[in-house]
Every structure is written in C-alpha cells, then in structure tokens.
C-alpha cells in the first residue's frame, strides 16, 4: 500500500563487500518473505552443520530443521540482492539504477521532506517523501546528511581477508579460532566456498606492502594447516580485504528519515551476523513505516519505536561480537563467548516468530 522508490548507484546483483553467510534468524526471514525457495533454486547449498575449530579441537554442532527452515544457506551477494530487488520490484517498488542521493531538503522546522537524486549524466531530480531511508552502508550519506551520530559503539575490531576457492569443506560452516587469529569457510554458490581469514588491523596494516596474497596465505597457515594446503594447491583467486572498523550503533530516526543495515548499525564480520540482522530490520523499518501511515501514533512515534526495538535486539549481539573480535581470548574464552552468542540468537529468532505464524505455502 505504499509508494517506494528505490535509488542504486550501482547496477542490479553487483557484488560487494559482504559476510553474506546466514545464520537462523536470516533464513527464517527469508522463508516468512516466501524467498527461500529462490535461493535454493539459485544453487546455495543447504547447510546441516556448523564446525568451530579450536585449535585442534572441533566442536560439530548440527542444525536442525525446524518448520520452512531447513538448514543455513550463504548465497552470494550477486544472487541475494537480486532476489531481494526482483521481489520488491514484483510487490510494485520502483527502482532507478545508476542514481544516488545528493542532498536532503527540510521543512523549517527540520523535518525532511524530499530528496535530491543524482546519476552519472549529471541529471537531477527533486523527489518528495513521506519518509527517506539510508540503506546505503556504513558511510551512508544519508546518516552525514541527517548528521545522525553513535549512540553506542564498541571498542574491538578485526581486519579480514577473503576469496572464493574451490575444493573447500562443503559440508557446512567452518569458523576456526588460533591464538589471536581466526579464519572460516562458508560454502555457496557454484560449488565455491568464501574462504576469509581474520586477523587485528595492525597485522594486515603492516603486512599490506608485502600484497594481500602473502598476508592471507601466512595468518591462514598459522590458523589451519589444513585450509592453508587446500587454499595453495588450487592457486589464489582475487582477493579482497576490509582494514576493520569499530562496531557501533548510529541513531536511526528523526522526522522523516530513518537508516536500516549498515547505516544504522554495523558490526565486526567475524561473527558473520550482518545480513541476519539487516533482513531483521528491514522489517521492522517496514512495520513502522505501515503504523506510522495507518496507525494512531503519528510517523516520528512509529520510526523511534524501531529504534528503540532494534537497539533492544542488537546491544548483546554487538558486545558480544566485540569481544570476540578484541582477538584478546583463550580458547577456552572463545568458546564461552560463541555460548553467549549462541544464546543471543535464540533469543532474536524467538522474538522474529513472535511477529506472525508462517503462512501455508501458497
């Protein structure tokens, strides 16, 4: 029942800088979104175990079907958003490619009343909004514009670097934990695996002169001889690598606008719980956007109540994060710290359930 317009710098099913494994929380979104199927036919393989490695230690947990949730999937960042995009688009949003938000115009007494939009050509257009949404990542400019601050940060981060290999376990997800150092393997599409490590920020800032490529190579061998020889024997595909940034709440409202994903709240990727998180709030934004529309309380109420749930939900997930990142851990430690996580994301599924019941397959 609303008019959305959504505005992309870049093309449609690009590829970025994304943890794009899905823990159980993501997937049950996506299964209520009546979008699970899509990603399975897509060629995501469903994921029955998740392994730590601690040290030589393994600990395999397995994952149990629980309703449409069959298991975990990781699709790639090319598949994911355009499933999410084509299924926006089928519900009647609009979407212009190749545009990016250059300015917000306020009413006098500040509140936001239309965006400015931008392509390459130089064209721009005056959109008038009820409401504009910062989706755009964890340097939005929505949030510079809006002037939205921290309001809650975490001190920890971690650098990481990752490709896609080939010949890699595929049997699930694989986190492996050494002194300081850390590294996974998350299967997904065409029989590829996104194999990254982790390490602190001054190891890869200091390491960087030497190339991507040495310095993922040795914190992978002093993490896992077994991925190391995997990882050397087939040749190194491109790499990325992200220098880490600190893990922080922003606000997220104000009249008229509000910032969802990244934009609003970022954490360390180690813990791979970004795109769960993103698919949570996505409808939380949605469902206070429709109140605030419908409801009895006016649209500022409705946009800081998301606030207040989504920092409600995120403030155990974030500092727990950040003390796994800190890398500062014995094994010992590290395994208490993924109970605790463990704990936090049964908690955020049983309140995504609270929501509504799945609906029969149509």
């Given at each position: 029942?609303l ?14 800088l ?17 979008l699970l199927?899509a ?11 998740t392994?730590f ?15 449409e949730v ?8 090319t598949?994911?958003?355009?499933i999410?995009?084509e299924a ?8 212009r ?16 009343t239309?965006?400015i939009i931008?392509?390459a ?6 959109i008038?909004?009820d409401?504009?949404?910062?989706a755009?990542?964890a ?6 514009l809006?002037?939205?601050?921290p309001t809650?940060?975490?001190?920890h ?7 896609y290999f080939d010949?890699?376990p595929s049997?699930?997800y694989?986190w492996?934990?050494?002194?300081g150092l850390?590294?996974?393997v998350?299967?997904?599409n ?6 990254f ?8 800032l200091?390491?960087k ?6 310095v ?5 061998r002093?993490?896992?001889?077994d ?5 050397a ?12 940034a ?15 994903g990244?934009?609003g ?6 813990t791979?719980h ?9 409808e939380?934004l949605a ?8 409801g009895s309380?006016?649209?500022d ?34 395994k208490?710290?993924h109970?605790?996580l463990?704990?936090?994301?049964k908690?955020?599924?049983?309140w995504m359930?609270d929501?509504?019941q799945l609906?029969?397959?149509?």
């Open positions: 029942g008019r959305v317009l959504v505005v992309d710098p870049v093309e449609r099913g690009r590829d970025t994304s943890t794009h494994a899905l823990m159980r929380g993501g997937v049950l979104q996506l299964a209520r979104w009546r199927d990603v399975r036919e897509s060629g995501a393989p469903r994921l029955m175990r392994t490695h601690y040290g030589e230690e393994q600990i395999a947990v397995d994952i149990e079907p629980d309703g069959d298991g975990l999937y990781a699709p790639r960042r598949v994911i958003d355009r999410l995009s926006a688009d089928e519900a009647g949003a609009e979407f490619y190749g545009w990016s938000v250059e300015d917000l115009l306020t009413s006098p007494n500040g509140h936001v239309h965006a931008r392509n050509a130089g064209q721009r257009r005056n008038q909004a409401v504009v949404v910062g755009d990542g340097r939005s400019k929505v949030a510079r809006v002037r939205a601050h809650h940060t975490a001190p981060a971690t650098a990481s670097i990752y490709g010949h890699m049997d699930g694989h492996h934990f050494a002194d850390a590294a996974g998350i299967p997904t065409d029989d590829k695996a996104c194999l490590v982790s390490m602190p920020p001054t190891r890869f200091e390491g002169s030497a190339g991507l490529e040495r993922f190579l040795d914190v992978l002093a993490v896992s001889a991925l190391f020889v995997r990882a024997s087939g040749g190194t595909p491109s790499l990325r690598g992200f220098a880490g600190p893990s922080m709440l922003r606000e997220s409202a104000g009249p008229g606008w509000a910032l969802v990244d934009a709240y970022f954490k360390d990727p180690l791979a970004g795109m769960t998180d993103a698919l949570r709030d996505a939380l469902r206070a956007i429709v109140a605030g529309r419908e309380g006016t649209m109420d409705a946009l800081l109540a998301y606030v207040e749930t989504r920092d409600r939900l995120s403030h155990g997930l974030m500092d727990v994060t950040s003390r796994i990142a800190s890398l500062e851990w014995d094994l010992a430690d590290v208490q710290l109970r605790t463990s704990r936090e994301m908690e955020e599924v049983a359930r929501w509504d609906r029969p397959a149509a």
